[in-house]
């Protein structure tokens, strides 16, 4: 079945950019709208933002212009770049599956990776 | 952007015990309004989608209905491992959100 991997760094530094990967397996990349959620410690669920398998975008508007993604359907991999970070963007940061239509329900999850910002 | 409100916040719950949690949101959304379950340490799974949609693989004790601003998930007959907290998340617009979650404790 499909599943995703996120990786990347565990520490940035503040001021730094924060870059992870996710890894789609067992499926395939194209078609679908893949998303980036983060999650701060004891905190709820943040939408960051998405991208499809052509490179159409959209970012939460309150992350103010720090976020850039990007694909790789040859890898099976996308990507996701936060800029000038701080303490408040450590966080768990999850990549999702929505549908063929990014309104869709988020139907897949990666376990998620824990950035520290120190 | 759409706000989600989520009601209780938190629940002391028995096994076997019916539940309810609702999701209010600041606008009418229709139907596109998805439930999610976490527990800890882990991700968050689709319990349910577009208000009432069952998915494959979750326990039918699992339901949804609303629909517009107001909407709610119930958990038949309560097991253990529903110990959890719960999330409705808005995709009807941009930018996507996610209610502050409802934290489900067995007593």
């Known amino acids: 079945q499909v599943q995703l991997q996120e990786s990347g760094p565990g520490l940035v530094k503040p001021s730094e950019t924060l870059s992870l990967t996710c890894t789609v397996s067992?499926?395939?990349?194209?078609?679908?709208?893949w998303n980036w959620i983060r999650q701060p410690p004891g905190k709820g669920l943040e939408w960051i933002g998405y991208?499809?398998?052509?490179?159409?975008?959209y970012y939460n508007p309150s992350l103010k212009g720090r976020v850039a993604t990007s694909i790789d359907t040859s890898k099976n991999q996308f990507s996701l770049k936060l800029t000038s970070v701080t303490a408040a963007d450590a966080a768990v940061y999850y990549c999702?599956?929505?549908?063929?239509?990014?309104?869709?329900?988020?139907?897949?999850w990666g376990q998620g990776t824990t950035v520290a910002v120190s | 952007e759409i706000v989600l409100t989520q009601s209780p916040d938190s629940q002391s719950v028995t096994p076997k015990e019916k539940v309810t949690i609702t999701c209010r949101a600041s606008?009418?959304?229709?139907?596109?309004l998805h439930w999610y379950q976490q527990k800890p340490d882990q991700s968050p799974k689709l319990l349910i989608k577009?208000?009432?949609q069952s998915i494959s693989g979750v326990p039918s004790r699992f339901s949804g209905s609303g629909s517009g601003t107001d909407f709610t998930l119930t958990i038949d007959s309560l097991e253990a491992e529903d110990a959890a907290t719960y999330y409705c998340?808005?995709?009807?617009?941009?930018?996507?959100?996610f209610g502050q979650g409802t934290r489900l404790e067995m007593k």
């Open positions: 999702a599956r929505a549908g063929y239509s990014p309104y869709e329900a988020f139907d897949i």
């Open positions: 067992g499926g395939p990349i194209r078609n679908y709208y």
């Open positions: 991208i499809s398998y052509r490179g159409t975008t």
């Open positions: 606008q009418s959304i229709g139907s596109n």
């Open positions: 577009y208000a009432s």
């Open positions: 998340h808005q995709g009807s617009t941009l930018p996507f959100t």
